[in-house]
Each structure stands twice: as structure tokens, then as C-alpha cells.
């Protein structure tokens, strides 16, 4: 059973126990070095969940085509979506364009785990004529 838990899940609990609970800002810098090109660059912990989010959702596509769960996994991503969607309308800490982002890598999982799903489905029927 906690194979179906979408992996994406990790995200918006850190998103949750970083801004809302322990009041630390997104935009909170973690470092920053100076380009070749002179620019300073500089990495936040918003950028650091949206990074972990996308290699997370690469696991969960990766997933999809595998798992012979096909429908929790789906279900418990669609719930996770809707749950991180409303967190981004309602809740003014998760107001933000990173929240916003993570919210959208969690309806990719959800479009992704179906067509992934719905191919491999089509790939294993055959149909003779």
C-alpha cells in the first residue's frame, strides 16, 4: 500500500513543515557563487523543493508504467492534486509561485499516470481480426 503514496507527497509535506510551520521564508537563500558570465546567482529553498519535485515526478512516470495498481495510483495522485490546489487557493502561505509550480508538477503526475497507464494497457491487448 505505500507504493501508491505519490512520491510528490514529500514535497508539499516539506513545503508545509518549512513555511507554515516553522515560518522559514521560501525565498530564503541557501547560496549563492558568481557566474563565468558575472551574474550572481543565487539558489533558494523554493528552488531546491521544485528541483526535487521534478526528479520525484520522473520517478512517478517511471512508476506508472510498472505498477499493476494502476487505479490507487491514480486515485491518491488525483486526491494529492486537488489537496495541493486547494492549499494554493486557500491557505495564504502556500500562495506562492513555487507552491504554484509544485501544484502543477502534481497534475502532471496525475495526466502522465494515465496516458502512461492507458498505453501500456493498449500495448497488452491485442486485437485480431
Not at 521534478?54 to 489537496?83: N, P, Q, T, Y
Request: proline share 2%; charged share 10%.
Amino acid at each position: 500500500m505505500l507504493k501508491a503514496i505519490p512520491l510528490l507527497v514529500i514535497v508539499i509535506i516539506a513545503y508545509n513543515v518549512v513555511v507554515i510551520v516553522s515560518g522559514i521564508a521560501i525565498d530564503a537563500g541557501l547560496f549563492s557563487m558568481r557566474l563565468p558570465s558575472g551574474a550572481d546567482w543565487m539558489l533558494t529553498l523554493g528552488d531546491v523543493l521544485i528541483l526535487i519535485g521534478l526528479g520525484l515526478l520522473f520517478v512517478e512516470i517511471v512508476k506508472a508504467g510498472r505498477s499493476r495498481r494502476a487505479g490507487v495510483d491514480h486515485a491518491l495522485s488525483m486526491v494529492l492534486f486537488v489537496v495541493a490546489l486547494l492549499e494554493f487557493l486557500l491557505a495564504p502561505a502556500c500562495g506562492t509561485s513555487v507552491f504554484l509550480i509544485i501544484t502543477a508538477l502534481t497534475l502532471v503526475d496525475v495526466i502522465a499516470g494515465f496516458t502512461v497507464s492507458l498505453s501500456t494497457a493498449q500495448r497488452d491487448i491485442s486485437i485480431t481480426s
